[in-house]
């Protein structure tokens, strides 16, 4: 296991900028590929970006692709996700997530990501 604590989140107005921080500790970081989900109330949760474990192959969402960058640093034992032009559909609870020995895409669709992060909230206002 690998325990994960988001950190960043607050309010912005529409076309600012926010970065989110993920601080993992525990197992061997650079085992784990890393990605950022979201929940808005009253929807399911959604996949945000995904990034390997050797810090290549980042992974977007359709809504975000072009806005947001993720990015990992294994000295640090964190991962980031850099999110400009926000919009306030991009208002949610985001939390961080691992797997071990996945791709991007796979964590992405993973069902049974057993790494999560308590959440930070984003609130967009218009």
Do not use: H
Not at 27 to 33: G, P
């Amino acid at each position: 296991q690998v325990q994960l604590v988001e950190s960043g989140g607050g309010l912005v107005q529409a076309g600012g900028s926010l970065t989110l921080s993920c601080a993992a500790s525990g197992r061997t970081f650079s085992n784990y590929a890393m990605g950022w989900f979201r929940q808005a109330p009253g929807k399911e949760r959604e996949f945000v970006a995904a990034i390997s474990r050797s810090g290549g192959s980042p992974y977007y969402a359709d809504s975000v692709k072009g806005r947001f960058t993720i990015s990992r640093d294994d000295a640090k034992n964190m991962v980031y996700l850099q999110m400009n032009s926000l919009k306030p559909e991009d208002t949610a609870v985001y939390s961080c997530a691992a797997e071990s020995y996945v791709t991007p895409r796979n964590l992405a669709a993973s069902r049974s990501i057993g790494n999560w992060g308590q959440g930070t909230q984003v609130t967009v206002s218009s």
